[in-house]
């Protein structure tokens, strides 16, 4: 059997040079080939842990525990959701429990067609006492938040694609380059060798479902606008892979459900209410009954000509809602709304550079505790002044 891959030409030299030492010395020779098989063992072991991928490392870790506990971020959106599914896929293979989670709400007509279509399984968290394993994987994220005890969670393992500086006890895998955390699990079923299949057919040991295929494709679509922004050539490969496995039917009922009617009334009081300065907008749409309206509004507004970031507000249940949008690049979102807020009592903001969000109490923006709180019209010169860099 030839040495080169065990250790190259290198290799190969030293045990000819060996096996001439061994015959001019017998005894020492011994000595040698022992030292030798040694050395080579050990680079055989060297290099079948360099070959082995990061996602059979991932199962491996899954396959030495008996449960895990899978966490979405609050409010999660497909790509979270389709990467809790690959978890899950994947540990079932592993022969270990798995329990989604997630806290927060899922509202985005999407989101709920998401778990709808793909007949998802998931479980609302208020608490940490309710995760069902200590084992916590978490995916799309990188630090537990949203419910009561979030703080005293350690993560077995991390996999995402935002920056931030969490990490897992045993694992973490965060590639702040791709456009999506979906494209890691895809990469992760490619390379344990997973096929994928007609969407008629029934998976097998070996197969990637086709749920999931389906999930981690909208996961991707979802977070780089149908592979417009954001992208890295990874997504790409990342959806020549899935296609094939992908139930298109399913794909098009996901991506075109049904739209509830206040969604277009929220959209059209952005439009309406809007507040152009030179390219920046705001808008304040009033009261809403879902909240997730005010994100899809901000989407809407940006698609304006002229307007490079944009920022709508709304109010639900005592709260203020902040969403904003941004393709210029002088303007960081998420650094925006963080700046615009960081004045009133309790509220909180961020988000990356093309989108953020950010939440105010309506009682702390009225006055309420140390601060004289801020009026909707202060809060607007702000904003604006925060897209114009002079916060």
Not at 91 to 102: F, H, K, Q, R
Not at 223 to 234: E, F, I, N, R, V
Not at 308 to 324: I, Q
Request: glycine share 10%.
């Amino acid at each position: 059997m030839p040495l080169v891959a065990a250790g190259g030409d290198d290799l190969r030299a030293a045990v000819d040079t060996t096996a001439a030492f061994a015959l001019e010395n017998p005894l020492l020779g011994v000595l040698a080939v022992v030292v030798l098989a040694v050395v080579v063992s050990g680079a055989g072991w060297l290099a079948l842990r360099l070959r082995r991928s990061t996602g059979h490392r991932f199962r491996r870790l899954l396959a030495s525990r008996d449960e895990i506990a899978v966490l979405m971020h609050p409010n999660p959106d497909p790509d979270a959701m389709s990467c809790a599914l690959a978890v899950d896929a994947i540990a079932d293979a592993a022969d270990t429990d798995a329990t989604m989670y997630y806290a927060g709400q899922i509202r985005h007509q999407q989101n709920r067609a998401f778990e709808t279509v793909l007949d998802l399984d998931f479980e609302r968290l208020d608490d940490a006492s309710e995760l069902a394993a200590e084992d916590v994987v978490l995916v799309d994220h990188n630090t537990p938040r949203g419910f009561s005890g979030a703080d005293g969670v350690e993560p077995l393992a991390v996999i995402d694609h935002h920056p931030g500086g969490g990490t897992g006890r045993r694992f973490t895998d965060v590639r702040t380059d791709n456009g999506a955390c979906a494209t890691i699990f895809a990469e992760y079923a490619q390379s344990m060798g997973w096929d994928t299949i007609d969407p008629d057919e029934e998976a097998g040991a070996g197969d990637l479902p086709t749920d999931v295929a389906t999930g981690l494709i909208h996961g991707i679509q979802s977070d780089t606008k149908s592979l417009t922004k954001g992208c890295s050539p990874a997504e790409f490969e990342a959806a020549s892979y899935l296609y094939d496995g992908v139930d298109q039917d399913a794909l098009d009922r996901i991506a075109n459900p049904e739209v509830d009617a206040e969604i277009l009334e929220v959209k059209a009081r952005a439009i309406t209410n809007r507040d152009v300065r030179t390219a920046f907008a705001f808008s304040n749409v009033g009261t809403v009954n879902n909240a997730d309206a005010i994100p899809q509004a901000a989407d809407e507004l940006l698609r304006l000509e002229g307007v490079t970031a944009v920022v709508v507000a709304g109010e639900k249940e005592g709260t203020v809602h902040l969403s904003g949008r941004s393709r210029d690049d002088r303007v960081h979102m998420g650094k925006t709304l963080r700046g615009a807020v960081e004045d009133i009592p309790m509220a909180e903001a961020g988000g990356h550079a093309r989108m953020g969000g950010g939440q105010i109490s309506l009682e702390h923006m009225e006055g309420i505790g140390p601060s004289a709180g801020m009026t909707m019209p202060e809060l607007t010169d702000r904003l604006f002044d925060a897209m114009s860099g002079d916060l």
